[in-house]
């Protein structure tokens, strides 16, 4: 979480919160931003065009406005994005797109965790993990997911900054350094 990121992120929940924000409202609030990150993710386009000094803020507000009103955002978000406008923050978007969702899941007492894996988990398996996870961790805690074919098989989750790698690369590398260090063990 980057410092500013994190800092308006919890400033719109605060905000949501103060408003009475119901648990539909957080939900939609949550979509437009996930929405938005997967924009930037995609689009580097988007994302020049928000970082861009030669493009006025109310230039770029009004590409926001025109994207979450086909969201059917709550109307709390267009002010937010108003605000960050005005205060000359809105190429910082990317980062408060990420953290809100890590925010939410704090205020709201869970934690967010992230599992990478080499194919699409199933719904259920995903499922699973979280709830192992949940009696393990005893918050509850759900998880963004991510593809790398690079693991080969399994997966990689984190969860509080702390890593557990079952998947196929990680193993392959452990046993490579084995053979590795007992080829050494056996030329002396």
Same mark, same amino acid.
């Given at each position: 979480?980057?410092?500013?990121?994190?800092?308006?992120?919890?400033?719109?929940?605060?905000?949501?919160?103060?408003?009475?924000?119901?648990?539909?409202?957080?939900?939609?609030?949550?979509?437009?931003? *996930?929405? =938005?990150?997967? #924009?930037?993710?995609?689009?580097?386009?988007?994302?020049? &065009?928000? $970082?861009?000094?030669?493009?006025? @803020?109310?230039?770029?507000?009004?590409?926001?406005?025109?994207?979450?009103?086909?969201?059917?955002?709550?109307?709390?978000?267009?002010?937010?994005?108003?605000?960050?406008?005005?205060?000359?923050?809105?190429?910082?978007?990317?980062?408060?797109?990420?953290?809100?969702?890590?925010?939410?899941?704090?205020?709201?007492?869970?934690?967010?965790?992230?599992?990478?894996?080499?194919?699409?988990?199933?719904?259920?398996?995903? *499922?699973? =993990?979280?709830? #192992?996870?949940?009696?393990?961790?005893?918050?509850?805690? &759900?998880? $963004?997911?991510?593809?790398?074919? @690079?693991?080969?098989?399994?997966?990689?989750?984190?969860?509080?900054?702390?890593?557990?790698?079952?998947?196929?690369?990680?193993?392959?590398?452990?046993?490579?350094?084995?053979?590795?260090?007992?080829?050494?063990?056996?030329?002396?």
């Amino acid at each position: 979480m980057s410092i500013i990121g994190n800092r308006y992120s919890r400033a719109l929940y605060e905000a949501a919160s103060e408003t009475k924000a119901t648990t539909q409202e957080l939900d939609s609030i949550s979509q437009v931003m *996930e929405y =938005l990150s997967a #924009a930037l993710e995609v689009s580097k386009e988007f994302g020049l &065009v928000l $970082k861009s000094p030669t493009i006025t @803020d109310e230039e770029k507000l009004k590409v926001l406005e025109d994207m979450i009103a086909k969201q059917n955002a709550p109307a709390i978000v267009g002010r937010f994005f108003a605000l960050l406008a005005k205060k000359g923050r809105l190429s910082s978007l990317e980062e408060i797109a990420a953290d809100f969702a890590q925010v939410r899941l704090e205020a709201e007492g869970a934690i967010l965790g992230k599992v990478e894996s080499a194919d699409a988990l199933k719904d259920t398996d995903l *499922e699973d =993990l979280a709830r #192992a996870f949940t009696k393990k961790m005893g918050k509850r805690v &759900v998880f $963004k997911t991510s593809i790398n074919p @690079d693991l080969l098989a399994g997966m990689k989750v984190t969860v509080s900054g702390v890593t557990y790698d079952g998947s196929m690369r990680a193993q392959l590398n452990q046993v490579g350094e084995r053979l590795t260090q007992g080829t050494r063990k056996g030329m002396y």
